[in-house]
């Protein structure tokens, strides 16, 4: 779970972490662009206000599920993007980067959507004790 204290907060660097990942957490929440963060086996562990208003499911529509399940993405062409063997959610798994895309998604409601994503490897490593 993100911004879940490491424990006892008596070490420095374990309460500087969570300092800084709560800071990032809250920034994400206030920014205009629609967020998603999904843990390495690709479940949503966050989605943001905006999230919510472009594509309006609710943060406990989202929240536990898998990503693709949730963005049913498509290429600009409608072919598949979004799935278990995301080459996105591979690359950014070995370290890889990726260069922003465009994919085809829906909202709630089933409206065809067409977005801008932005794809970043957020690796959640608990310090050692």
């Not at 998603?36 to 536990?64: C, H, I, P, Y």
């Amino acid at each position: 779970m993100l911004c879940e204290p490491y424990g006892p907060l008596k070490s420095g660097l374990h309460k500087t972490l969570f300092l800084m990942e709560r800071s990032v957490i809250t920034m994400l929440s206030r920014t205009a662009a629609g967020v998603m963060l999904a843990d390495e086996q690709g479940v949503v562990a966050f989605w943001n206000k905006s999230a919510e208003r472009l594509l309006e499911f609710s943060k406990a529509d989202v929240t536990g599920r898998l990503y693709h399940v949730v963005m049913r993405g498509k290429t600009l062409a409608g072919q598949l993007f979004c799935s278990p063997s995301c080459t996105v959610g591979h690359r950014l798994g070995r370290g890889g980067g990726v260069r922003n895309f465009g994919i085809q998604t829906r909202t709630k409601a089933g409206t065809h959507n067409r977005i801008e994503a932005l794809a970043v490897a957020f690796h959640h490593h608990r310090p050692s004790s």
